[in-house]
Nanobody, 115 residues
Framework: QVQLVESGGGLVQSGGSLKLSCAAS????????MGWYRQAPGQGRVFIAA???????RYSDSLEGRFIISRDDARKTLYLQIHNLKPDDTAVYYC?????????WGLGTQVTVSS
């Protein structure tokens, strides 16, 4: 069973930065893609960014260029750097991995941005 464990969230002031991590229980090369989503209070889960098997990244068109996704294959870990955090970035951030048509999710890590 695939396990994804997020970490790195917390309380940060507006304008600050965070680096979220997602540790996978197996090789990242077992996944067609890995990505990040977020869910703000009272809203649905929204796509942020993903990296495919070849390591190519894609980002949500609706987001500014404050998010950077990366992957450490040796550590089986996916990262998301967020710069210039804003209160609207407050959400639970989830890691996602896809194998063919099946999705796997972590439990999420809370990011709270104070103004």
């Amino acid at each position: 069973q695939v396990q994804l464990v997020e970490s790195g969230g917390g309380l940060v002031q507006s304008g600050g930065s965070l680096k979220l991590s997602c540790a996978a229980s197996e090789s990242v090369f077992n996944f067609n893609s890995m990505g990040w989503y977020r869910q703000a209070p009272g809203q649905g889960r929204v796509f942020i960014a993903a990296v495919n098997l070849a390591g190519l990244a894609r980002y949500s068109d609706s987001l500014e260029g404050r998010f950077i996704i990366s992957r450490d294959d040796a550590r089986k870990t996916l990262y998301l750097q967020i710069h210039n955090l804003k209160p609207d970035d407050t959400a639970v951030y989830y890691c996602n991995a896809k194998i063919l048509h099946r999705d796997y999710w972590g439990l999420g890590t809370q990011v709270t941005v104070s103004s």
